[in-house]
């Protein structure tokens, strides 16, 4: 038993330091890198403005937490205009929040090298459970910035 909880540890650790490593770094991304939505920021079929209404998004992203100044990133708690411009570098800041969040899912497969699969699999499964809320608060966010943009260049 002390082995395993001894595991347990490490493997909190090693999921904590890749993820503030990768939140660390993010503001640091060239913005090119940000300008599009590859896999898998691309919108899936169900993901609506009803979609995000259903599961309370709103209310969420009352009681979260948004971290993307610690490290030197803007937060996303605001817009920080409402020019096109602004909303431009608000869906870059966006994105790079999401591409954290994925890269913080992604780090703790590395614990599939020096585990049993199931600990490793609990692992992924919590890291993942733990950075979906804020997933959905970013692409929720996104697609919103996105609709109006489009709009805006529709009538331009």
């Known amino acids: ?3 395993l909880t001894l595991q347990v540890v490490v493997d909190v650790m090693v999921v904590v330091v890749l993820s503030v490593l990768i939140g660390a770094s993010a503001p640091r991304w060239p913005d090119r890198w940000l300008r599009s939505d590859p896999f898998p920021l691309r919108r899936l079929p169900w993901e609506s403005p009803t979609f995000f209404r259903r599961l309370g ?6 009681r979260l937490p948004e971290l993307g100044s610690l490290f030197g990133g803007e937060s996303k708690s605001a817009l920080p205009g409402t020019d096109r411009e602004s909303l431009q570098r608000y869906l870059i800041e966006a994105r790079r929040a999401e591409w954290v ?4 899912i992604l780090s703790s497969l590395v614990l599939f090298a ?3 699969w199931w ?6 499964l919590a890291v993942s459970v733990g950075n979906l809320p804020f997933l959905l608060i970013v692409r929720n966010n996104r697609f919103r910035i996105q609709r109006i943009l489009d709009r805006e ?3 331009a």
């Not at 969040?101 to 913080?104: C, L, P």
């Open 153 to 155: 260049s529709r009538r």
């Open 114 to 116: 020096f585990n049993p």
């Open 1 to 3: 038993m002390w082995r």
């Open 57 to 62: 998004i709103a209310q969420w992203t009352q």
């Open 101 to 104: 969040h994925w890269g913080s």
């Open 119 to 124: 600990l490793a699999l609990a692992f992924v």
